[in-house]
C-alpha cells in the first residue's frame, strides 16, 4: 500500500514561506511526478512526505494513518537522491544490504531480497564489484537497489539522474517506468526537466513558488493547461504567445499556439516573417521566426524534417487548427 495524502500542508524556513498550505492525493501504485523550476520547492515537499524536514503545519497521511509527527525511518519509504551515497569501499551487495543489516534482517532474507533487487535491476553479475568499477548509470540503479530492498509503501526520488549524461538519463527513464510497471509501487518522482515528467508520469503536479499550479495526467496538461505558467511550462519546443489584436481577435487576452500546431509555407499565411535559426534534427525541423512588425519576437514552428530553411528566409505562418489555439484572460487563466 502506499496511498500519501496531503491536507493543508506547509512549510517556512523561519519567517520565509518556502511552501503555502497544500492539498495533494497521491494515490496507491501512482508515478507521481513533481515538476517546477530550480527553488519552487519540490525537494522541500519530498523532504516533507519523507519526514526529513517537520511541517510547519498541516497533516500528512500514509494509508489513511496519521504520519506528521512519524519519525522518517518509520513512514515505511525509501528516498533515492541525485548523489548516489553508496558506500565506495563496500561491494554492490554489501551497499544493497546495508539497510536491511542495520535493521537486523535475517541473512536468508536479506540474500533473497538482494537477487530479487540485482535481477530487476540487471546487476545479477556486478554484485561483487565496488561502485568505483561502476558506470555512473549502475551507480544509480545500486542506490534504487538498495531503496527496493526494504520494500517501502512509496519510493521518493528526487533528481535520481541529473548527474547522469543525455543517453545514459534516457536509458534510466525506461528502466524507471518499466520498474513502476512490475513493482506497482507508489513512486513520488521530482525534476525540473519536463520532459522527464512528460515520459514517465501517470500524474504530474506542477510547482511554482511553492504553489501547485496544476495537477494531470501528462496529456491534460499539453491539452489544457490551465493558466500561462503551465502552457509555456509543459511542452517542447515551448508555446507560442500571442497579445494585443492577435489575440483580441480570440476574445483573449493571450493566445498560445505550441509550434507543432502551426504551419509554414513560403508563399503566404496568417503571419510573415524572417527565418532566424532553423534547427534541421532530421525527424523534425524547428525553425524560429521573427515576426515582421516585431522582430525582437520568435514564433517557433515544428514542421517535418524534410522541410529546409536558412538564416533571413521569408516565411509564413499559419494556425493548424482553430481548436488547437488556446486562450487565456488577462490574470493569465485558461478561458
Ligand atoms: P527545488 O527542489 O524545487 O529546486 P527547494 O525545495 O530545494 O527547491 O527550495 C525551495 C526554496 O526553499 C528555495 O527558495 C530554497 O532556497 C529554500 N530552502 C530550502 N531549504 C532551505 C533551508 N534549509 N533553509 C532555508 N531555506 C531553504
Ligand atoms: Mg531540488
Known sequence: MGRITLDKV????GDVSVIPPLDLTIN?????VFVGPSGCGKSTLLRLIAGLEDVSGGVISIDGNDATRVPPAKRGLAMVFQSYALYPHMSVRKNIAFPMRMAGMDKA?????IEGAAAALNLTDYLDRRPGQLSGGQRQRVAIGRAIVREPAAFLFDEPLSNLDAALRHGMRLEISE????????MIYVTHDQVEAMTMADKIVVLQAGVIE???????????????FVAGFIGSPKMNFFTGADAAEHDAHTIGIRPEHLTVS??????KGTVGVAEHLGSDTFIHVHPEGDPAATLTVRVGGEFVASHGDTVHISPLHADRIHRFDAEGLRI
Open 10 to 13: 506547509e512549510k517556512s524556513f
Open 28 to 32: 496507491d501504485g501512482e508515478f507521481v
Open 109 to 113: 532474507e536479506q540474500d533473497r531480497r
Open 179 to 186: 520498474l513502476h510497471e512490475r513493482l506497482k509501487t507508489t
Open 214 to 228: 496544476q495537477v494531470g495526467s501528462p496529456l491534460e496538461l499539453y491539452h489544457s493547461p490551465q493558466n500561462l
Open 266 to 271: 513560403t508563399t503566404e499565411g496568417r503571419w
